[in-house]
């Protein structure tokens, strides 16, 4: 059993006119440290929802040219069957051989659409592997594992990524999965602990923010100290795109700001958050200390 797999799951940096920041975008590819440079564009934390398609393929392609199309995993996850198809012609024409595809969502749909859906697009795609992206509460759609039993059955199903409470499936979704097929969480407090039942690995929000923490906890496994760092930093950052995208901002003087609607930081949690990142934050045994 390998380490775990780190996927950035990349928000999108908008300027103060809202206009995506593509130098903010390059920057942020860019100091992604070796070897954990395989990224998600486009996704729920990249706010895929208040972009427009031409807005995506050009992400997908800048992350293409700055890190090589085989590190990055194109969302394709729309409203339609038709708009996801075109994205994926798109990325690839950009040379990308992965995609993430959201189940349908925002209409109610039971679980056989949801495998009819992933069916016509696997049947009707360029031949690119492809994750299935099960999060029942931002779609209101559930799969149980009998259902991604059918959906891994498909060509070109190279896995499934799972956020939320499908995370409280994770046995059932690895049973249903073939040997050679992928299970990713997207809980970054499982970082260490995936692979023990049986999953590749994490597609974090946290990591492409702040990911020393986490490159601590890799080099030092099975240790409270580095659960606890990567813990303190999912506490403060959380699943919370305006928190991770303030830590950016903190981090790089660019605005950062987001598209979408979102709760406002008060005070004390800005203040949080600038400390955690003005302290490259690190848990040992002894406590809190700088990284080094």
């Not at 039971?110 to 009819?116: I, R, T």
Request: aromatic share 6%; hydrophobic share 40%; net charge negative.
């Amino acid at each position: 059993m390998g380490p775990p797999v780190v996927i950035s799951a990349l928000p999108t940096p908008f300027d103060t006119d809202l206009e995506v920041d593509e130098p903010a975008f390059r920057e942020l590819l860019r100091r992604l440290p070796e070897p954990h440079r395989d990224v998600l564009v486009a996704g729920t934390t990249g706010e895929f929802p208040a972009l427009s398609d031409a807005e995506r393929v050009r992400l997908f392609g800048v992350a293409a040219e700055e890190l090589g199309p085989d590190r990055v995993v194109a969302h394709v996850g729309a409203g339609s069957l038709s708009q996801a198809l075109a994205l994926t012609v798109a990325a690839a024409e950009l040379g990308l051989t992965r995609l993430a595809l959201l189940t349908p969502y925002y209409l109610p749909v039971e679980e056989q659409q949801v495998v009819d859906y992933v069916g016509e697009f696997s049947a009707r795609q360029p031949g690119l592997a492809t994750y299935a992206y099960l999060f029942p509460e931002r779609t209101g759609a559930t799969v149980s594992p009998a259902g991604l039993a059918t959906i891994s059955g498909l060509e070109h199903v190279r896995g499934v990524k799972v956020s939320g409470s499908a995370n409280d499936h994770l046995a059932g979704y690895r049973a249903a999965l073939r040997a050679d097929q992928e299970l990713y969480t997207g809980d970054d407090r499982r970082l260490l602990t995936i692979t023990g039942v049986g999953g590749t690995g994490v597609v974090s929000g946290c990591f492409p923010v702040l990911p020393q923490p986490f490159l601590d906890a890799l080099q030092q496994p099975g240790g409270a100290a580095a659960q606890a760092s990567v813990d303190r930093v999912v506490d403060v950052l959380g699943p919370s795109i305006a928190r991770q995208k303030l830590a950016l901002a903190r981090q790089t003087g660019r605005p950062w700001r987001a598209r979408m609607s979102m709760p406002a930081l008060g005070d004390e949690v800005g203040q949080e958050i600038e400390a955690l990142v003005d302290s490259g934050f690190r848990v040992s045994s002894g406590g809190r200390r700088p990284a080094q």
